[in-house]
């Protein structure tokens, strides 16, 4: 056939294709996720991710095209779960080994240290911050805020007096 006659980007010929493989489609997907939101879902992306690639399809592959995107995207939310499963169950063990009572005061301790950090002078917040979160050193905080080293480490030795002072050694 004619190359224009088969040219998936052609709305006409984009809803023929959808019409004779979505049904199938879906319940291919359900099987797998045994959800039919997700599998719905999973449909819609699949289509999407044929409608942006319309042009770069072969007609003659589409049908083979849409089972291996759906298969992958699906793939790719099962190993995201996991990923998510798995911090979760990190975390849930962490607190589970701590009494209540600790969970508590390590929750009190980190909302008065975060208010402290953000009630300190801007210049000093900033230093400390760069530091102490983002792990750098006063020579490259000294070059990113175009300050000496000196006045790096007089800003960090401000912002830690006033942290001990509010809550003790850090």
Same mark, same amino acid.
């Given at each position: ?23 199938? !489609? ?5 099987? =797998?996720? $045994?959800?039919?939101? #997700? *599998?719905?879902?999973?449909? @819609? ?59 508590? !005061? ?5 909302? =008065?240290? $975060?208010?402290?950090? #953000? *009630?300190?002078?801007?210049? @000093? ?46």
């Amino acid at each position: 056939m004619p190359e224009g006659q088969h040219n998936i980007c052609k709305p006409k010929i984009f809803e023929g294709i959808y019409q004779t493989y979505a049904k199938d !489609l879906r319940r291919f997907i359900f099987y =797998k996720t $045994q959800d039919i939101d #997700q *599998a719905e879902d999973i449909l @819609q992306d699949t289509f999407v991710k044929l409608w942006d690639n319309c042009s770069k399809v072969d007609p003659t592959k589409v049908k083979s095209y849409l089972y291996t995107v759906a298969t992958n995207i699906f793939l790719n939310m099962v190993k995201h779960k996991k990923v998510v499963r798995k911090h979760q169950q990190t975390m849930t063990v962490h607190h589970t080994n701590e009494s209540p009572e600790f969970v508590m !005061l390590e929750k009190e301790f980190m909302d =008065k240290l $975060q208010q402290t950090i #953000q *009630a300190l002078p801007e210049k @000093q917040r900033e230093v400390f911050l760069l530091n102490r979160i983002e792990k750098k050193k006063y020579k490259e905080i000294a070059l990113q805020l175009d300050i000496s080293v000196k006045a790096v480490e007089k800003r960090m030795h401000l912002a830690l007096l006033v942290l001990r002072e509010k809550i003790g050694n850090i």
